[in-house]
């Protein structure tokens, strides 16, 4: 009898045990359920895997104050965002083929986030660019935001996660100077779903070409242009980041490219006589190498061997 009690209740146990360990990991137990999820205490459903404590407070402070921007301007964002640390036990697999490893993936139509913590500095700010992805999608009923608008929108929650407002603006003016002609096209694609990309890429924000930020997520192109976005900010409010038209992008992003351009040179005109100015430097120091050169190469080519003495009679025999 007291058999038969055991077992009833061990089964009972089992069946309260199995909801209860789902619903402590939420969206992430159910897709991923080879670890463990403990929910952090955010806006919206965070569950980490293997996260160390003192991780895991960050991690809520700087996604909850992400969230709190986001929601201010679009509303809300509906998300389960699912972060693993590459030593919990993950299987990666499931995303990739090949050598390749996933660090961040985006499923936009299911308002789920999965991130590796394998960056710690960057985890945070890596989950506001998720957010502010999925919220666009959300609050276009899935059409998506035109591209590279959304990325642009999506790295200034970003860079305010990660303090990066003086580094950004300082970045913009670099870029502007070596291509102040440059003309971005705002309307050259849509969001991605899924969307993958690796956080610890695009740091860096200075390069050259006439096509502007480009399309995909991870470019080092798109960093400093949260500066742009920020000078919407300060021109004409929060309202035009939920506006996708391109016409309006880019008629802000001559403005300033023009304001960047009056406070590096203190003239509105873009100037291009630098170039000038540097190749003629640079063929300068050439054709003094050159001359260095020749110069060395005769002097010792001309320089006559010194006769050698004659050796000591008998030192040889």
Not at 131 to 145: K, T
Not at 176 to 182: I, K, L
Not at 300 to 307: H, L
Request: aromatic share 10%; charged share 20%.
């Amino acid at each position: 009898m007291l058999a038969r009690v055991l077992v009833i209740a061990a089964l009972l146990f089992g069946v309260v045990a199995a909801p209860a360990s789902a619903a402590r990991g939420g969206g992430c137990a159910a897709r991923f359920p080879e670890v463990d999820w403990l929910r952090l205490d955010t806006p919206v459903d965070v569950y980490a895997a293997g996260v160390p404590e003192g991780h895991a407070r960050r991690y809520e402070r700087e996604i909850s104050g992400a969230v709190d921007q986001i929601t201010e301007i679009f509303g809300s964002v509906d998300a389960t965002v699912c972060l693993f640390d590459p030593a919990s036990g993950f299987d990666r697999s499931r995303f990739v083929s090949g050598s390749s490893r996933v660090h961040a993936i985006l499923l936009l139509d299911d308002g789920v986030l999965v991130l590796s913590t394998e960056r710690v500095g960057l985890t945070g700010s890596a989950a506001a660019f998720g957010l502010a992805h999925l919220a666009m999608w959300q609050s276009s009923d899935g059409a998506g935001f035109p591209e590279p608008q959304a990325s642009t929108i999506a790295q200034y929650f970003r860079s305010e996660v990660r303090r990066r407002a003086a580094l950004d603006h300082a970045e913009a003016k670099s870029a502007n100077f070596f291509g102040p002609e440059v003309v971005t096209r705002w309307s050259a694609g849509l969001q991605t779903d899924p969307l993958v990309w690796d956080p610890s890429s695009g740091q860096s924000a200075v390069t050259l070409g006439p096509t502007g930020p480009a399309v995909t997520a991870a470019s080092p192109a798109s960093t400093h242009m949260a500066d742009l976005v920020r000078f919407g900010i300060e021109r004409e409010g929060y309202g035009f980041i939920t506006d996708p038209d391109p016409g309006v992008w880019a008629d802000l992003e001559a403005q300033w490219r023009s304001a960047l351009t009056i406070e590096i040179m203190g003239t509105e005109q873009p100037t291009t006589t630098w170039r000038w100015g540097l190749g003629i430097a640079i063929g300068i120091v050439v054709v003094a190498a050159i001359a260095a050169t020749l110069g060395f190469v005769s002097k010792y080519r001309g320089r006559r061997r010194a006769q050698t003495p004659d050796p000591i009679p008998g030192f040889f025999e």
